[in-house]
């Protein structure tokens, strides 16, 4: 009941992402403009958030009607941000001071410029902390602070503890007149609590001073020569009279003409949560965990036209789902109070780019040839339950999640939900129309690039003989094999060469230094925006030469001086002035100023921009002042009063007294110098430097390279760029870890390329295109029989014609050198008669490989005494002497119509002169090989149905049942299937008349349940009869034909795999779901049926049912190979990628990529053991771990040579042919495993 | 392609041993490596988050506090780091049975990133009580091993490992190595042997998928 309903579901779901995707398709450009319009409203009410960030937030308030807010919200005052309640942290009340010497006068040294005006700091500060209101003290109101923190101690000399916040640069000198006398450097003193290099937050002489480094005007070159500094109070109560009184007081002292500084406002700054390095690093390695997943996930798009354009559809996707959650969210009043940045990575994470992927996969794996739309609705419908249920689940945990009720948590899930929810709307229409666009894109780029190639090349995919075809390896030309020997040669290079590789190949040194900076950026502009100019800016001014001149501190000296030094007593007492005099004093300055103004008389001007100048401070300069003494201003708030201007004129004499004796020994400054050019040197410089070091670094590098990389570096480097694993099946340095010592034993002896291999694990027979087969013992690799083709007259295979093109051209100048080629022969004067009618054939290879028996094994007399020994090639040789001729006349019959046997895709064309006329079947070419026991089963193109034995080489019966040429052959207990060009299939039963010969076996049985070869005793008398034919089996020809378990499978060009039983040739099922013709088939005795087709295609089938049970798109181009092992499938393609699939999911797990033209060899030894083919050599990996565990060369001459078949034996050891030399290699360790 | 090969029709001769051994070795240090250094990466950066919970603001030379309180913090969790992602893929290699799910990188960042979330919510957000703490975090560990592993024996080493792990946390805080602000399971916090659980599943991923990738780095 549940299954029905949930099937029903299932289908009412699919159905409706169905036509979800059709629409999509359909109305790509409506679609995109209605998510963006809707992502855009989504994302409207985010402008009313504050931006992100640390930053400061600030609140005005007037001063008149203020009082202090209460902790209850009042939600009449609506622009009153929320976190305005409560008292502040501290109300600060700065004393903004100018004091400039004036007039200026030549006699003054710089030092003067700002000695006397900060002497002066201290009778201000007197005078406010002297200050009382009707019995309130400023130490009633100001803020107590305790202890500094005890990482400080160096700052305890400086900074207040234990008593009112107030600080000032008097700080400097322990706010005591007679230390700042005695002080001979005051700059010294000032820059050395600075620290050395990068610092990110406030320094001390901003704390101290109030005002940014450069404004201060304490230095020695000074232009406008005028001080400034500011006086901090720290109140912890706001008492308006006590201020207005101060205020008022130190107006009277010290009045500011045109002054017009507002002071009505208060500024609230609200403080954020801190972040600093401590915090950031964990969100930093989050993000980095983030980016690496989003690198991860969106690199797996694949087979799509822009995989950039799909992986950035995808971010936006993610993205903008987020935007879209939060926006959501404030929209209905949830306003998000946790740190965005801090859980953004994981919502990301949450949401994941997963079902994008998933899409993408699906829609990509739908047949190519279907439309557009179609394949998005299909690819769409196909994923449609996978996705819902995921979604459902990803809900049901985020709703588990909201129980816990952790206010935190709830806030987290409430926002995946939307987020969840959002991204599923987008993914929906955003994405898949995107992804229809995109799969528009690459039809229309296939199209126009396969068109003219089809155009260029007739005959692309010729029929009948598909899998036979699989070599059309672009045969190396000689010149192309000279060119890659010596890379792979070259590969075993010297150590230093290959560190040196390895680190240009990843870039490491690039890489790290850049995300080093970037990083080093990252916080920089994060933690402290405002301090990177400031710091930049002190950094500069304080370029000043003097600064570093080898003074003794000063702090060692003052005790030493003050009695010798008069200026300093004497102006020690005037620190008790009567206030009337500064007044009078500034007046009447103020008054002279006009006249002596045209010098350079400093010029003490108020304007708007020192109304609040603690804004041109790093926003870090309250926190870092309150975190000495461990107060948090995070999430608090601190009010800033007006400021009380001050200005203070000093006359030339006041600042003559005020002198300190080393004043004056001062270097005259280096005048002209002004701090502007030390501004720009200083740049300069700086930029010079890196300049400098950056063409050093370059050269270094550039020397090291001469010196380490030979010259041919970059075309070595070429291959080794971007290196996946497994990229190269012949380890590019040369070895990989053996399974252990391996050594291919050779088989020579055919002349020509081998056409044919079959094997029953302890025979090995082998058929080359002249129509030899010879038979070769699978263990020792000695060469048992050989059953040659007299009658070569119809040697019409394909594989042929390749050949003689290469013949054509080399032809000409090798018939002067037949005669040599001839004695030079050694197989040839001891074969005798026989070997003559095979002797213009072999004559003509030999020169092309002159080595080939240089090191040859000693084959030469087992041929002798099989030749001897074998009866049947008595009779046969009667009929091959006219040889020759009869070649040629075939060649000249070939050559105007080559393509006329193999139409691409025609009807059933017969060969058209097929022989009816002489005794033999020697005129035709066997196309179809297959051995059990001692029985060879061949094929032949004329039709016929031959049984040889293959221990003495005699022809046991033969069967001329059929006309069509037999493409493939299956021999199964004691039948043989055949199937035929004209696509009829035949079914024979091959019986023995003596029955005892079917009671010895020979060997162990191989792997499972093989069934053990009988072994068909000499005397018996074989007959072979033909028990059924299936006309049309199909309408097209049969490509592949495979028997296992009882089943013989058929694979055509008609689109079709059929099923048939063995026993009744019976056909159970008709598979239908390839859009292109059959290439590859896999049975096995357990009934696992997978086919792969020529649209790329595999399909996995229930024998049982006649269903498909997976269905993947793998290749681009044909399937030429498929194995199945218990838990996963591989197959190989024309677009030489050998691919491995899980077996129950359908998903790739992952890839191989082959040399070009040996993707179809592959073959599974054990169940976690795959072989693949390529150029000279065969390599061995590990399934489940995609490791290349060892490569085995098949031999010096081999090494253009690529394996164009595989076939593993059942004793484990793998046969490879490759060119017209066979190779056994043995796996003695999987021998171990298996036994 | 070895000389060896080139000069003789059968290759390799006495190369492919010591190859072999060396190439393995190579491996399986690099691999090892990688783990230390990610183990330490971890270690400092979820210690940060631990230590950071209690104070918000810090003295300037905080960094150097952070480095120098613990020093033998990082170089152990990086050793056990390189052990458990090297005996993961090895377990996997015995028992006959490679770890199927989902066998891609972008997956273990994946399994990364949750594991850092767990150990943010367990420094950052303020439960009601420990109990309802060490619920959640064990059920997002369970949810962790899960998604990302899903195998018996990877569950079985996390258990193991975590309750070993715990013991000598133990035994460490006995010892007064060091200590928790608030014990509430003998001497330390409760929470610990699930953040040992996701952090053995996620170490095990990563190596995992290190062991599927082949270093050519070769000398």
Redesign the interface.
Known sequence: MNEIQEERLRQNISAAFYRHGLLCASYPVPIILFTSASILTCCYPLLKLPLPGTGPVEFTTGVRDYSTPSHESQGDLSERPDWYRGPPVAYIQQVLVKAAVSPWDNSLVPVDVFRSPLGRVFSVLEEIRNHVYTDRSLEALCLQVTDL????RRMQAVLPEHGCLLVSPGNYWQNRRDLFDADPDLLKTVHQHEPKGLHT?ATLKDLLFGVPGKQTGVNLYSKKRVVTYTITIALSSYDARFVASLRARLKQLHPSANCTLREDHMVHVHFK??I????L??LV??YI??F??IY??T??IDMVKSKWGLALAAVVTVLSSLLMSVGLCTLFGLTPTLNGG?IF??LV?VI??ENVLVLTKSVVSTPVDLEVKLRIAQGLSNESWSIMKNMATELC?IL?GYF??????QEFCLFAVVGLVSDFFLQMFFFTTVLSIDIRRMELADLNRRLPAEAGMPPPKPGPLRPRETPPPPRPSPHTITLQAPA??N??LP?RL??VY?LARTRLAQRIIMVGTVIWIGILVYTDPAGLRTFLAAQVSEQSPLGEAGLPPHLGVAPVFPGGDPTSTLSGLPAPEPTPLPENQSQGHRAAHPEVAPVSSPQITWGPEDEELWRRLSFRHW?SLF?YY?I?L?KRYISILPVIPVTLHLSPQEAIDTRHPQDTHHAPPPSIKTSDLQTDLTLYKVAALGLFAGVVLVLLLFCLYRVLCPRNYGQNGVPHGR?R??DLP?????????IS????L?LRGHSMDIECLASDGMLLASCCLVGHIRVWDAQTGDCLTVIPNNGLRRSSSSGCWEHRDGWDHISACEAESLLGADFREPGGGAVGGQDVDIFPIRRRTTPARPALFG?QPDLTPLIDTNFGLSPPSQALSSSGFDFGGLVEKAYQEHEPSPTLAFPPSPPPVLPPELPPQNNGDWDSSVWAMELRGNLIATGRSSGKLELWDAVEGSLRCSNEDGVSGITALAFLNNRIVAARLNGSLDFFTVEITKPLGLLQYRGPPGRGSLPPSPCYSSEDVISCQLTRSVQCAHQKPITVLKAAAGRVVTGSQDHTVRVYRLEDSCCLFTLQGHSGGITAIYIDQTMVLASGGQDGTICVWDVLTGSRVSHVYGHRGDVTSLVCTT?CIISSGLDDLICIW?RSTGIK?YSIQQEVGCGASLGVISESLLVTGGQGCVSFWDL?????L?T??L??SSEGQSVRQLLVLDNAAIVCDFGSELSLVYVPSVLEKLD | MSDSSLSGGAPMHRGPYISMITNRTMNLLIRAAMLFMVGVFLALVLNLLQVQRNVTLFPPDVISSIFSSAWWLPPCCGTAAALIGLLYPCMDRRLGEPHKLKREWSNVMRCVAVFVGINHASAKVDFVNNVQLSLTLAALSVGLWWTFDRSRSGFGLGVIIAILATLATQLLVYNGVFQYTSPDFLYIRSWLPCIFFAGVITVGNIGRQLALVNFYFQF
């Open positions: 923190l005890p990482g400080l937050s949560e801190e600093g390095i401590a915090e690093i964990p390695t989050t965990i983030l690496a997943y991860f996930s690199r797996k801090e990575p994981y994470v994941g780019l945990i588990i816990t009720f952790v206010p935190a948590i792979f040669r590969l075993r150590k290959r560190v390895f926190p975190s461990n948090t995070a290196r694993r497994g012949c380890d590019e340095y040369g070895y990989s870890p053996p010592e391996i050594s291919p050779l090191d838990s899980d797990l489940n771990y995609g490791d290349l060892q085995v060369y031999g010096q």
